[in-house]
């Protein structure tokens, strides 16, 4: 299948959120700097769907529960030009009706978990639950004519393998059955097992009734999109013998909704998916990319005849994957929302020619809908210094960006937040590479202060522009924060990520280390305080940085992966094990020269590990093999296992605030001259 | 032995037979760990009822820790059952006279201990106001009982002051990290916060069937026999372990490692014997050599301590050797001089003359003697596991034994004749009635310069003309011993139509340090030729069906089961259970950190041997499908092990299913329903390879089992 490589398993701290112009008044020192306990009042909004008649936005509105420690969420509504803006129904993933008059959305309903509801826009707002189902649908979609709603749901296998126990008496409370697994991806961080059924699409009437299964057969279906005339759903999927071993393999499929046939689109080798049918019925747009072994390769934006044939690719380069691929009404081409360079823009691709920026900025801007006439589009945007919100801009004019929400103002009035300066620098092998300095608020370039330097994730992930609660908190308390994208992040083309194939960690090393040295060269920073850290990927690499250097005073390797022998049969997707030249049995020489814990009798750096008790993609024992060859050798560590977390450490709002703190309880435990940090700290 | 105190022998990797010795406690015996007493073979003509059918199992008892009064009029001891209903367990108290008679239920509790006057027993039970307690009982008519502690961490090791004034015994104190806890912003009322995470900072902080042992430190407390507060004698950031009074009652002899660098990886094996004045609470130290020194033992009349311990080593395996001292720690010298074999608990002689003690060996269990004068003699004989617990004042001493054919049942034997057992108990008789078990044959036989000992368990109404599956069992360990004790779990699948295997290749115990040592930087590998040559022993008896031969083995066994099937196709299905599979990944997550100091150097120096010895660097020949059974809490060899091994035959394209336990750590069956789904899920794997009719011969000689 295709499953891109490290699906961007997590950037610490990407909770980002939406904030407000800083009037930096207020001359109440304890009130200027962003405080932590300030998250608990975060909110976040998300997903705003226009109004086909471009009238009102319903979108999705966070925020915490301080008692229940999770993040709640609701839909609210306002008029398109942010008026108005209120509750609506509890609930997520609203999407109107292509008439206007009705939206769709998931909820818990009867007689338990998430149920598919419909809800009349009128000023009586009858809502009607229209499925009963057992497993949780998702991706809802309306059929062209609104009668129907297609969506996926999983499907149970045939029970598994069994023996017959002897008779028990009644009212006997015996241990569970095991868990008995036989396929060879069986499960998923943040889900489980994955190996109880398949995923199949389902119609149900829109005024309520049965849904029923369009597809079959043991193998899973992507998300359906129906085609112009409402006739056939496409998706992707690959139905054939063991898809399960097909690496990076995948197709397109139209189902017949009247009889449940199917027809395949596309045939190549490689990846194949998202299809999107043009307004007019006679094209489909879609991504992915001819089969390579590279490690990394950024998918094309293709187009295809409704018949499959004469496949051409209309955009490339641009970055991972684009988002929310979506026709122009006049079908003369797709806009999307296209992720580089640390930044993130509306993007319009014509059938021919080439693709054209929409929307032009240093920021994360992307759209969620369009209006039916294609003039209007709501989306979100976040900045270095301010949070998420929403903003509508029209497609004519798309310079104007209109902000129509600003849930964080309330938190953030009279707080003074961090600069960020973007910096570009020359590393190895001439790549030249991104990143960004966070400063303390009441920088003084005159002063010292300690670094902090973050890695993210992915490796195939992006760094980028958007605020991050995280980094300004630790900037408030006196830290100035270094991130950047080193060789292998995505969004600087396919020979950039890929130049970690087989070689991961390797040079991403020197473009870290060199990006240090860059901020050193400013001399704000206190070369004796130097700390790093990162979760996932960013984990892997702090525990390679520290068997590769002693320039850092403490470091916190977060949900590593430390062997590579033991990760690819113990992580959550089979796929990693084509990460290397040869299996491991057949020639582990690679394995064990990648692995951080290969390199761990070099280490002298104090390094922590903080890892969460449920990950699945970089398990536990990664972290308690590093744990315990750092004891062996008497080098300091603790080893913090967080409750209630798959991958990451910040999920759960607590967790993200033990997060911050752990943090720098470690680095401040190990600096090498404290006077520093606890000088600048509020406290 | 050294649960409780600093640094033991390594852990190593799960026990293996029944009855294992006191170093791997019970860590855990797959198959029969928990056998119970049987009953003479009636084999009587109702086909029905005649072969042992699976749900016998629930109603299996066994006795264990027969206690008998110093004056020797009576004995209490330790009765278990299954909870048929809550998929458990049970144990409580029995007392009977000392000839048998009158056996009864005494209390609900465990580890109960006579006062030396024999006016009391001293046991455990859940208590006021939670947890386990200790509890004080007159044995006399009123039989009034009374609780002597409220502790919030359990007791441990019971042990009366000889003028039964006091208790002395073990309990945890709590500690917590230090780097644990960050000031978080504070919660609105009622708020449920995520759990703070766990904060381990020790090397050693998690063990099997325990959890997190780094939550404090053991330590030593008396407490008043008629109740009152706990004095805990000893302080520091140790542990301590291995009680025992002074015969004058002013010191408690314990043992430990008191030394600011005890956790360094170099003292691995280190501990020492203390002894701790009660009234003072000054500690010396008695011994200083590097090595463990354990289990201190005061003579009777005080004026010698006898111990056991080794120098510093680095073998895979050595055998402690009897020490006494004087109990000033001078004056030490070995008594067991070249005896060679693991020693088990000790007792003195009341005279003084020496010590009794259990000997595991060759297959067997029996009393030895050890003089002062130095010097060990056998004092009970047989082909039988007999396992010492308690001596009377008038020299009858009291154990359990059990046989080939026969589960464990309480005997008693006076030390001046041993040969004149009594049977107290016939706990499983009733089970057994009318059952007709498989014969048990012990084979022999060479394999390089060493012979091996093992056992053929056959089908009941074995025909020698027919060829019958074959299953070989492997023992965990690697340094244990598969013994000659009846087992449930070989006989139930005998009585399903396998013949069942199970050796002692070099490496086990009982056999002298040579052997059990003859796989030092050579495990899994010096073992598997013996392993085959068993095979081929039993294939040259013409009654095995040579294509149909199965194997199994759980922690050390899973090892070995992975290793075979990477080196040999001959096997028709396999099962590896709780496997270690990659020694590099098993160092740091395994609770048995200690063992990969065997290993010649750190991985991260020289990998060569530690992927010489991983069973997942020959996983690309496998072609046998191989099943993997594991508890879903094991410390010791855990899942992830498992899943390498699943993950890999997955890719190779190799047939696998992995079967992951509930609500078990290390092992697979100390719930009893999943001691039950262990051997139907090995049953059914085998059943869907293999070409043999076992399944007709199971229905045809079994119709009277449930299905």
Same mark, same amino acid.
């Given at each position: 299948?295709?499953?891109?490589?490290?699906?961007?398993?997590?950037?610490?701290?990407?909770?980002?959120?939406?904030?407000?112009?800083?009037?930096?008044?207020?001359?109440?020192?304890?009130?200027?700097?962003?405080?932590?306990?300030?998250?608990?009042?975060?909110?976040?909004?998300?997903?705003?769907?226009?109004?086909?008649?471009?009238?009102?936005?319903?979108?999705?509105?966070?925020?915490?529960?301080?008692?229940?420690?999770?993040?709640?969420?609701?839909?609210?509504?306002?008029?398109?030009?942010?008026?108005?803006?209120?509750?609506?129904?509890?609930?997520?993933?609203?999407?109107?009706?292509?008439?206007?008059?009705?939206?769709?959305?998931?909820?818990?309903?009867?007689?338990?978990?998430?149920?598919?509801?419909?809800?009349?826009?009128?000023?009586?707002?009858?809502?009607?639950?229209?499925?009963?189902?057992?497993?949780?649908?998702?991706?809802?979609?309306?059929?062209?004519?609104?009668?129907?709603?297609?969506?996926?749901?999983?499907?149970?296998?045939?029970?598994?393998?069994?023996?017959?126990?002897?008779?028990?008496?009644?009212?006997?409370?015996?241990?569970?059955?095991?868990?008995?697994?036989?396929?060879?991806?069986?499960?998923?961080?943040?889900?489980?097992?994955?190996?109880?059924?398949?995923?199949?699409?389902?119609?149900?009437?829109?005024?309520?009734?049965?849904?029923?299964?369009?597809?079959?057969?043991?193998?899973?279906?992507?998300?359906?999109?129906?085609?112009?005339?409402?006739?056939?759903?496409?998706?992707?999927?690959?139905?054939?013998?063991?898809?399960?071993?097909?690496?990076?393999?995948?197709?397109?499929?139209?189902?017949?909704?009247?009889?449940?046939?199917?027809?395949?689109?596309?045939?190549?080798?490689?990846?194949?998916?998202?299809?999107?049918?043009?307004?007019?019925?006679?094209?489909?747009?879609?991504?992915?990319?001819?089969?390579?072994?590279?490690?990394?390769?950024?998918?094309?934006?293709?187009?295809?005849?409704?018949?499959?044939?004469?496949?051409?690719?209309?955009?490339?380069?641009?970055?991972?994957?684009?988002?929310?691929?979506?026709?122009?009404?006049?079908?003369?081409?797709?806009?999307?929302?296209?992720?580089?360079?640390?930044?993130?823009?509306?993007?319009?691709?014509?059938?021919?020619?080439?693709?054209?920026?929409?929307?032009?900025?240093?920021?994360?801007?992307?759209?969620?809908?369009?209006?039916?006439?294609?003039?209007?589009?709501?989306?979100?945007?976040?900045?270095?210094?301010?949070?998420?919100?929403?903003?509508?801009?029209?497609?004519?004019?798309?310079?104007?960006?209109?902000?129509?929400?600003?849930?964080?103002?309330?938190?953030?009035?009279?707080?003074?937040?961090?600069?960020?300066?973007?910096?570009?620098?020359?590393?190895?092998?001439?790549?030249?590479?991104?990143?960004?300095?966070?400063?303390?608020?009441?920088?003084?370039?005159?002063?010292?202060?300690?670094?902090?330097?973050?890695?993210?994730?992915?490796?195939?992930?992006?760094?980028?522009?958007?605020?991050?609660?995280?980094?300004?908190?630790?900037?408030?308390?006196?830290?100035?924060?270094?991130?950047?994208?080193?060789?292998?992040?995505?969004?600087?083309?396919?020979?950039?990520?890929?130049?970690?194939?087989?070689?991961?960690?390797?040079?991403?090393?020197?473009?870290?280390?060199?990006?240090?040295?860059?901020?050193?060269?400013?001399?704000?920073?206190?070369?004796?305080?130097?700390?790093?850290?990162?979760?996932?990927?960013?984990?892997?690499?702090?525990?390679?940085?520290?068997?590769?250097?002693?320039?850092?005073?403490?470091?916190?390797?977060?949900?590593?992966?430390?062997?590579?022998?033991?990760?690819?049969?113990?992580?959550?997707?089979?796929?990693?094990?084509?990460?290397?030249?040869?299996?491991?049995?057949?020639?582990?020489?690679?394995?064990?020269?990648?692995?951080?814990?290969?390199?761990?009798?070099?280490?002298?750096?104090?390094?922590?590990?903080?890892?969460?008790?449920?990950?699945?993609?970089?398990?536990?024992?990664?972290?308690?093999?590093?744990?315990?060859?750092?004891?062996?050798?008497?080098?300091?560590?603790?080893?913090?296992?967080?409750?209630?977390?798959?991958?990451?450490?910040?999920?759960?709002?607590?967790?993200?605030?033990?997060?911050?703190?752990?943090?720098?309880?470690?680095?401040?435990?190990?600096?090498?001259?404290?006077?520093?940090?606890?000088?600048?700290?509020?406290? | 032995?050294?649960?409780?105190?600093?640094?033991?022998?390594?852990?190593?990797?799960?026990?293996?037979?029944?009855?294992?010795?006191?170093?791997?406690?019970?860590?855990?015996?797959?198959?029969?760990?928990?056998?119970?007493?049987?009953?003479?073979?009636?084999?009587?003509?109702?086909?029905?009822?005649?072969?042992?059918?699976?749900?016998?199992?629930?109603?299996?008892?066994?006795?264990? !820790?027969?206690?008998? #009064? +110093? %004056? *020797?009029?009576? =004995?209490?001891? &330790?009765? /278990?059952?299954? $909870?048929?209903? @809550?998929?458990?367990?049970?144990?409580?108290?029995?007392?009977?006279?000392?000839?048998?008679?009158?056996?009864?239920?005494?209390?609900?509790?465990?580890?109960?201990?006579?006062?030396?006057?024999?006016?009391?027993?001293?046991?455990?039970?859940?208590?006021?106001?939670?947890?386990?307690?200790?509890?004080?009982?007159?044995?006399?008519?009123?039989?009034?009982?009374?609780?002597?502690?409220?502790?919030?961490?359990?007791?441990? !090791?019971?042990?009366? #002051? +000889? %003028? *039964?004034?006091? =208790?002395?015994? &073990?309990? /945890?104190?709590? $500690?917590?990290? @230090?780097?644990?806890?960050?000031?978080?912003?504070?919660?609105?009322?009622?708020?449920?916060?995520?759990?703070?995470?766990?904060?381990?900072?020790?090397?050693?902080?998690?063990?099997?069937?325990?959890?997190?042992?780094?939550?404090?430190?053991?330590?030593?407390?008396?407490?008043?026999?008629?109740?009152?507060?706990?004095?805990?004698?000893?302080?520091?950031?140790?542990?301590?372990?291995?009680?025992?009074?002074?015969?004058?009652?002013?010191?408690?002899?314990?043992?430990?490692?008191?030394?600011?660098?005890?956790? /360094?990886?170099?003292?691995?094996? @280190?501990?020492?014997?203390?002894?701790?004045?009660?009234?003072?609470?000054?500690?010396?130290?008695?011994?200083?050599?590097?090595?463990?020194?354990?289990?201190?033992?005061?003579?009777?009349?005080?004026?010698?301590?006898?111990?056991?311990?080794?120098?510093?080593?680095?073998?895979?395996?050595?055998?402690?050797?009897?020490?006494?001292?004087?109990?000033?720690?001078?004056?030490?010298?070995?008594?067991?001089?070249?005896?060679?074999?693991?020693?088990?608990?000790?007792?003195?002689?009341?005279?003084?003359?020496?010590?009794?003690?259990?000997?595991?060996? @060759?297959?067997?269990?029996?009393?030895?003697?050890?003089?002062?004068?130095?010097?060990?003699?056998?004092?009970?004989?047989?082909?039988?596991?007999?396992?010492?617990?308690?001596?009377?004042?008038?020299?009858?001493?009291?154990?359990?034994?059990?046989?080939?054919?026969?589960?464990?049942?309480?005997?008693?034997?006076?030390?001046?004749?041993?040969?004149?057992?009594?049977?107290?108990?016939?706990?499983?008789?009733?089970?057994?009635?009318?059952?007709?078990?498989?014969?048990?044959?012990?084979?022999?036989?060479?394999?390089?310069?060493?012979?091996?000992?093992?056992?053929?368990?056959?089908?009941?109404?074995?025909?020698?003309?027919?060829?019958?599956?074959?299953?070989?069992?492997?023992?965990?360990?690697?340094?244990?011993?598969?013994?000659?004790?009846?087992?449930?779990?070989?006989?139930?699948?005998?009585?399903?139509?396998?013949?069942?295997?199970?050796?002692?290749?070099?490496?086990?115990?009982?056999?002298?340090?040579?052997?059990?040592?003859?796989?030092?930087?050579?495990?899994?590998?010096?073992?598997?030729?013996?392993?085959?040559?068993?095979?081929?022993?039993?294939?040259?008896?013409?009654?095995?069906?040579?294509?149909?031969?199965?194997?199994?083995?759980?922690?050390?066994?899973?090892?070995?089961?992975?290793?075979?099937?990477?080196?040999?196709?001959?096997?028709?299905?396999?099962?590896?259970?709780?496997?270690?599979?990659?020694?590099?990944?098993?160092?740091?997550?395994?609770?048995?950190?200690?063992?990969?100091?065997?290993?010649?150097?750190?991985?991260?120096?020289?990998?060569?041997?530690?992927?010489?010895?991983?069973?997942?660097?020959?996983?690309?020949?496998?072609?046998?499908?191989?099943?993997?059974?594991?508890?879903?809490?094991?410390?010791?060899?855990?899942?992830?092990?498992?899943?390498?091994?699943?993950?890999?035959?997955?890719?190779?394209?190799?047939?696998?299913?992995?079967?992951?336990?509930?609500?078990?750590?290390?092992?697979?069956?100390?719930?009893?329903?999943?001691?039950?789904?262990?051997?139907?899920?090995?049953?059914?794997?085998?059943?869907?390879?293999?070409?043999?009719?076992?399944?007709?011969?199971?229905?045809?000689?079994?119709?009277?089992?449930?299905?």
């Amino acid at each position: 299948m295709n499953s891109p490589l490290l699906a961007c398993a997590l950037a610490v701290a990407t909770t980002l959120a939406a904030a407000a112009p800083l009037t930096a008044q207020d001359a109440a020192q304890d009130a200027d700097h962003l405080r932590l306990e300030q998250y608990l009042d975060w909110e976040w909004v998300d997903d705003p769907e226009i109004s086909p008649d471009g009238t009102r936005v319903v979108y999705t509105r966070s925020w915490v529960d301080r008692v229940n420690d999770r993040r709640e969420s609701a839909i609210w509504i306002m008029n398109a030009d942010g008026s108005r803006n209120r509750f609506l129904v509890d609930g997520s993933s609203p999407r109107w009706s292509p008439d206007g008059t009705r939206i769709a959305y998931t909820a818990e309903g009867e007689p338990d978990g998430t149920q598919i509801f419909v809800r009349w826009m009128d000023a009586e707002g009858a809502t009607s639950q229209v499925t009963r189902v057992e497993h949780g649908p998702s991706s809802v979609e309306w059929s062209p004519d609104g009668t129907r709603l297609s969506f996926s749901m999983n499907v149970e296998g045939e029970s598994p393998w069994r023996v017959d126990l002897p008779d028990r008496p009644d009212g006997a409370d015996w241990t569970g059955e095991p868990k008995v697994v036989n396929r060879l991806d069986y499960r998923q961080d943040r889900q489980g097992y994955t190996d109880d059924g398949y995923r199949h699409l389902f119609v149900v009437p829109a005024e309520g009734g049965t849904p029923r299964q369009l597809t079959d057969g043991d193998w899973d279906h992507g998300s359906g999109t129906w085609s112009a005339d409402g006739s056939e759903l496409y998706f992707s999927g690959l139905r054939v013998e063991n898809a399960e071993y097909e690496w990076r393999e995948s197709e397109i499929y139209a189902v017949e909704v009247a009889t449940g046939r199917i027809r395949q689109l596309t045939t190549r080798e490689g990846p194949d998916g998202s299809p999107v049918p043009s307004p007019d019925g006679r094209l489909v747009a879609y991504q992915g990319y001819d089969m390579t072994d590279d490690a990394y390769v950024e998918r094309g934006l293709y187009v295809m005849n409704a018949d499959g044939t004469d496949p051409r690719r209309i955009a490339g380069e641009m970055g991972r994957s684009l988002g929310n691929v979506t026709w122009a009404p006049d079908a003369s081409g797709v806009y999307f929302n296209a992720s580089m360079e640390g930044v993130r823009n509306v993007w319009f691709a014509p059938l021919d020619g080439e693709p054209r920026p929409v929307t032009e900025g240093d920021h994360m801007l992307s759209f969620n809908s369009m209006d039916e006439a294609g003039a209007v589009m709501v989306g979100t945007r976040s900045a270095p210094r301010t949070p998420e919100d929403l903003v509508r801009f029209d497609t004519d004019a798309p310079e104007r960006v209109a902000q129509l929400t600003h849930v964080n103002d309330d938190v953030l009035a009279g707080v003074e937040l961090g600069e960020v300066e973007e910096i570009r620098y020359e590393s190895v092998d001439d790549f030249e590479i991104q990143g960004w300095i966070v400063k303390p608020p009441d920088f003084d370039p005159s002063r010292e202060y300690p670094l902090m330097l973050a890695i993210h994730g992915g490796p195939h992930g992006m760094y980028n522009v958007g605020f991050n609660f995280g980094w300004q908190e630790h900037a408030a308390n006196g830290y100035v924060v270094l991130y950047t994208n080193p060789r292998g992040s995505s969004g600087y083309g396919s020979p950039f990520g890929n130049a970690i194939e087989n070689a991961y960690p390797g040079r991403d090393f020197d473009d870290l280390m060199r990006g240090v040295d860059e901020v050193l060269e400013r001399g704000y920073v206190d070369e004796n305080n130097l700390f790093v850290y990162g979760c996932s990927g960013g984990g892997v690499l702090t525990s390679w940085v520290v068997g590769h250097t002693d320039r850092f005073a403490a470091a916190s390797a977060n949900c590593p992966v430390t062997n590579w022998l033991s990760f690819v049969g113990t992580t959550d997707s089979p796929n990693w094990y084509h990460n290397f030249e040869e299996l491991p049995w057949e020639d582990p020489s690679e394995h064990l020269r990648r692995s951080p814990l290969m390199y761990v009798g070099n280490v002298t750096t104090p390094t922590m590990l903080m890892t969460g008790e449920q990950d699945l993609r970089t398990p536990m024992p990664q972290t308690e093999e590093y744990y315990q060859a750092l004891k062996l050798l008497q080098v300091p560590t603790v080893m913090v296992r967080f409750q209630n977390q798959w991958h990451g450490t910040t999920s759960r709002p607590s967790n993200f605030l033990r997060t911050q703190l752990y943090l720098r309880g470690w680095f401040e435990r190990h600096a090498r001259t404290p006077a520093a940090t606890e000088e600048s700290s509020p406290r | 032995m050294f649960l409780a105190a600093p640094p033991a022998d390594p852990p190593l990797m799960g026990g293996p037979a029944p009855r294992t010795s006191p170093a791997l406690a019970a860590l855990f015996g797959i198959v029969c760990a928990t056998a119970a007493g049987p009953a003479p073979l009636l084999g009587q003509a109702d086909s029905d009822a005649s072969h042992l059918r699976i749900e016998q199992y629930l109603d299996f008892e066994s006795v264990s !820790n027969p206690q008998i #009064s +110093p %004056d *020797g009029r009576r =004995i209490v001891y &330790t009765r /278990r059952w299954v $909870d048929k209903t @809550e998929d458990s367990r049970e144990s409580s108290v029995w007392i009977m006279e000392a000839d048998g008679a009158r056996a009864r239920h005494l209390l609900d509790g465990s580890g109960a201990t006579w006062s030396p006057d024999g006016t009391r027993i001293a046991y455990t039970a859940p208590g006021e106001p939670s947890g386990s307690q200790i509890f004080v009982r007159w044995m006399d008519a009123e039989g009034a009982t009374t609780q002597v502690t409220r502790l919030e961490n359990g007791p441990s !090791n019971l042990t009366w #002051s +000889p %003028d *039964g004034e006091w =208790i002395a015994f &073990t309990s /945890r104190v709590d $500690d917590e990290a @230090e780097f644990a806890g960050v000031p978080l912003p504070r919660p609105p009322d009622g708020a449920e916060w995520t759990d703070e995470p766990k904060v381990v900072e020790r090397a050693a902080y998690k063990r099997d069937r325990a959890g997190y042992i780094d939550t404090g430190w053991t330590h030593v407390f008396v407490v008043p026999a008629e109740g009152g507060t706990p004095r805990r004698l000893t302080d520091g950031d140790w542990n301590h372990g291995d009680i025992a009074w002074s015969p004058d009652g002013t010191e408690i002899y314990f043992s430990s490692y008191r030394e600011p660098d005890h956790d /360094r990886p170099e003292h691995w094996q @280190e501990s020492e014997i203390y002894a701790v004045d009660v009234a003072t609470r000054a500690v010396r130290r008695l011994t200083d050599r590097r090595g463990p020194d354990g289990n201190p033992t005061p003579s009777p009349d005080g004026r010698l301590i006898a111990y056991t311990g080794t120098d510093e080593h680095r073998d895979t395996y050595r055998n402690r050797d009897i020490h006494l001292m004087d109990p000033d720690g001078s004056n030490v010298r070995v008594i067991s001089s070249d005896y060679d074999r693991q020693i088990g608990e000790m007792t003195w002689a009341p005279d003084g003359s020496g010590l009794y003690f259990d000997v595991r060996r @060759e297959g067997y269990r029996n009393l030895h003697f050890v003089s002062v004068d130095g010097g060990v003699r056998q004092v009970t004989d047989g082909a039988h596991v007999l396992e010492f617990s308690s001596l009377s004042e008038d020299g009858t001493a009291v154990g359990t034994l059990a046989t080939a054919h026969e589960p464990g049942d309480v005997y008693r034997f006076p030390l001046a004749n041993p040969a004149e057992r009594t049977r107290l108990t016939r706990v499983n008789e009733d089970v057994l009635h009318g059952v007709r078990l498989g014969e048990v044959e012990e084979i022999g036989y060479d394999s390089d310069e060493w012979r091996i000992q093992g056992w053929v368990v056959k089908p009941p109404d074995f025909d020698p003309s027919r060829e019958y599956p074959l299953m070989l069992a492997i023992h965990g360990g690697p340094h244990s011993m598969y013994d000659g004790a009846f087992s449930f779990a070989f006989q139930e699948h005998a009585a399903n139509g396998y013949v069942v295997l199970y050796t002692n290749p070099r490496g086990s115990t009982g056999y002298g340090t040579a052997f059990a040592n003859a796989i030092d930087h050579d495990y899994p590998g010096a073992d598997m030729p013996d392993l085959m040559r068993g095979v081929d022993e039993l294939l040259d008896r013409g009654y095995v069906d040579e294509e149909n031969l199965f194997v199994y083995g759980c922690s050390g066994g899973g090892i070995l089961t992975t290793y075979i099937v990477g080196n040999t196709d001959r096997f028709r299905a396999a099962s590896a259970n709780c496997p270690i599979v990659n020694w590099m990944s098993a160092m740091g997550t395994s609770d048995a950190t200690s063992y990969t100091r065997t290993f010649e150097e750190y991985f991260w120096d020289d990998p060569t041997e530690w992927m010489d010895r991983s069973s997942i660097f020959y996983v690309g020949n496998v072609t046998t499908p191989t099943m993997l059974m594991t508890g879903e809490q094991d410390l010791r060899t855990p899942m992830g092990q498992t899943e390498e091994f699943y993950q890999a035959l997955q890719i190779v394209g190799t047939p696998t299913v992995m079967v992951r336990f509930k609500d078990e750590w290390h092992g697979t069956t100390s719930q009893p329903s999943n001691f039950l789904r262990t051997q139907l899920y090995l049953r059914k794997w085998f059943e869907r390879w293999g070409t043999h009719d076992a399944r007709s011969v199971t229905q045809q000689d079994n119709r009277g089992g449930k299905r």
